[in-house]
């Protein structure tokens, strides 16, 4: 993850991709299983899996 004011305004973006982690979790949260999150924004699932552990 970085934070980069070029990317998401500021807000923590996942670094190869620059999707927001915002819209990981909340996809997550919303009961979306990990698989589902990585092929929507074209991450990996160890990606989403990592945001995951962290934003728990």
């Known amino acids: ?3 980069d004011p ?3 305004w ?3 973006v996942i670094a190869r991709t620059k999707v927001p982690v915002e ?3 909340g996809m997550w949260r919303a009961g ?3 698989d589902v999150v990585a092929d929507e924004y074209g991450l ?3 990606e ?3 945001v995951i ?3 728990a």
């Open 10 to 12: 500021g807000a923590p």
């Open 1 to 3: 993850m970085i934070i």
């Open 48 to 50: 989403v899996e990592q």
């Open 23 to 25: 819209a990981v979790v």
């Open 32 to 34: 979306e299983p990990s």
């Open 44 to 46: 990996i699932i160890d």
């Open 53 to 55: 552990r962290v934003a």
């Open 6 to 8: 070029r990317f998401g």
